[in-house]
């Protein structure tokens, strides 16, 4: 017997709880005679400290919502609230530049912010141990794999004093055994820092490994149609008969809203 997963209601949450709430987000594209309609009437809560998957099909609107919510574009209609949330943007690419060191790459945001160089220094120091990767700090992105480049990216979103990590599809370019030892990384690092994640990813079982909730957005326009409370005791292996079982359960509803194309 498959386990049930329950639909998160959608009571409202007091403000000091919340992180982030979307009401009614709407975005459309293109001009008044032809316009394509990205998301529609999205409403979401995040609760501090909570980690939230975003899954669908390809196209429906997950990345646009990201961006919304990172204030790299703006909602045709509707209201985004982060509450005292500074926030931070990983993308699937670690987007290091590759003439400076990885301390330098996570000192930079602290260098734009004019903290005084003794001081970025420390700090990058001190985030390069809590990603594990203090022993490179003097190596350029070209010089450490995948993987480590985004644990750069990790160290460098947690210099920005982000407290709001929002995360697309971080992962994907990465063979299966680097991403299972990520998954533990990023764990840590989320509790250690007390971070809100929302994290987009194609992955359903990907999305159950990491998430306290995954949201499913419907096809074109993307609209959140279920929403699943994720009850498997951490720490969660990926390849556990619980999180395979939990992903099946999300993986057909989302092929039955892929067939609504």
Known sequence: MRPRLDVVPRSGQARESLALRLTNVDKRFGSRTATVQAIERVCLELRRGEFVCLVGASGCGKTTLLNIVAGLDTA?????????????LIFQEAALFPW???????????????VPR???QQRALELLE??????????????????MRQRVALARALAQRADLLLMD??????????????????????????LTVLFVT???REAVRLGDRVVLLSSRPGRIVREFAIEVPRPRRIESPDVAAQARIILDHLREESSHV
């Open 76 to 88: 045709t209609t509707g209201t985004v609230e982060r509450f005292d949330s500074r926030t931070a």
């Open 100 to 114: 400076l060191t990885v301390e330098q790459n996570v000192a930079f945001p602290m260098r734009v912010a004019g």
């Open 118 to 120: 003794a001081e970025r």
């Open 130 to 147: 809590i990603v594990r990767l203090v022993g490179f700090a003097r190596h350029r992105p070209h010089q450490i794999s995948g993987g």
């Open 169 to 194: 599809e971080p992962f994907a370019a990465l063979d299966a055994l680097m991403r299972d030892h990520l998954y533990d990384e990023l764990e840590r690092v989320v509790a250690v820092a007390k």
């Open 202 to 204: 194609h992955n359903v």
